[in-house]
């Protein structure tokens, strides 16, 4: 799971970059407005992965909880 949550962070950086390389041929203005938004998405993109993290340790732990009381 770690190297697909590194994965998925790289993924991110890379667009970002892309993003501010695709704008920063316009204007100063444009390439300001991009960086502007950007933290804000950032923001964002922490809050949906914090609750998608926090339902895998609920659901691995029910799992865990479950699997523990059945006998194989």
């Known amino acids: ?3 697909l949550l590194t ?3 790289f993924c991110i950086s890379v667009i970002a970059l892309l993003t501010t ?3 920063s041929s316009s204007s100063q203005e444009s390439v300001s407005a991009v960086s502007l938004v950007s933290p804000l998405y ?5 809050v949906y992965s914090a609750i998608s993290s926090a339902g895998t340790v ?3 732990q029910y ?3 479950y699997f523990s009381k059945s006998t194989f």
């Open 1 to 3: 799971m770690l190297v």
């Open 7 to 9: 994965f998925d962070q």
């Open 21 to 23: 390389a695709m704008i």
């Open 42 to 46: 950032m923001i964002i993109y922490a």
């Open 58 to 60: 609920i659901i691995a």
């Open 63 to 65: 799992k865990g909880h």
